[in-house]
């Protein structure tokens, strides 16, 4: 399946660094989110964008930043982040926010050292 | 918000038994949906459940809507090795989908 693409796969970062995550998808879908998947939390919804506008922000740290440049592409950018955010981090789109199944990405695996 | 409660969290079976996941909200739900994530790998859409009372199957999959839409399930029958991995659902509605928190299964050869 390469409906939807992300990289870097794996990242390993220190706390003082700055990554970003990015996510391509090519349905030609209007809406794309972030998730954060964890032991503890095991689908936890960051952001949404539809049609490149942020319609849904779940109380996420301000050290997590999103960018949506087209509807194509979304990037997660990443700085000072904490141990406890290491996790697998997936993308995802559908054709709309409501009612439509979502294709999700490979993820990538985030170690905050 | 809309939250829905996924049971069990762990099911382990022999490979052959049946197993069965069950999805619940205090909140009538416009629709439900079903997802797979096989060990390692990433979620992928099953399928959508709409109507009031509605059954779909896939195989050995069967998955129900209830009559009030507020609970759900997939059930499976004679599981094989292939069908491991953790199941979810997710409400949809008017918002972006509510996930629940996944039943894990595996099965034992």
């Known amino acids: 399946e390469t409906g939807v693409t992300q990289t870097p796969r794996h990242l390993v970062m220190g706390m003082t660094n700055k990554k970003s995550l990015k996510c391509e998808q090519h349905l030609g879908h209007n809406a794309m989110y972030w998730y954060k998947q964890s032991a503890k939390k095991p689908l936890e919804l960051m952001f949404v964008y539809s049609l490149e506008e942020r319609v849904e922000n779940n109380s996420v740290p301000s050290r997590f930043s999103p960018e949506c440049p087209n509807s194509s592409h979304l990037f997660l950018h990443l700085h000072t982040l904490q141990p406890e955010d290491s996790a697998l981090y997936l993308c995802?789109?559908?054709?709309?926010?409501?009612?439509?199944?979502?294709?999700f990405g490979p993820g990538t695996r985030l170690t905050v050292t | 918000g809309q939250q829905v409660m996924q049971i069990p969290q762990y099911q382990h079976v022999q490979e052959g038994e049946d197993f069965t996941t069950y999805c619940n909200s205090s909140t009538t739900l416009s629709n439900i949906q079903w997802y797979k994530q096989r060990p390692g790998g990433h979620p992928v859409f099953l399928i959508q459940?709409?109507?009031?009372?509605e059954v779909k199957k896939q195989k050995r999959l069967t998955f129900q809507f209830g009559e009030a839409k507020k609970n759900s399930s997939l059930h499976i029958t004679a599981t094989q090795t292939t069908d491991v991995g953790t199941y979810f659902c997710a409400a949809s509605g008017n918002t972006p989908l509510v996930f629940g928190k996944g039943t894990r299964l595996s099965v034992i050869a």
């Open positions: 459940l709409v109507k009031s009372g």
């Open positions: 995802a789109s559908s054709q709309g926010t409501a009612s439509y199944e979502q294709y």
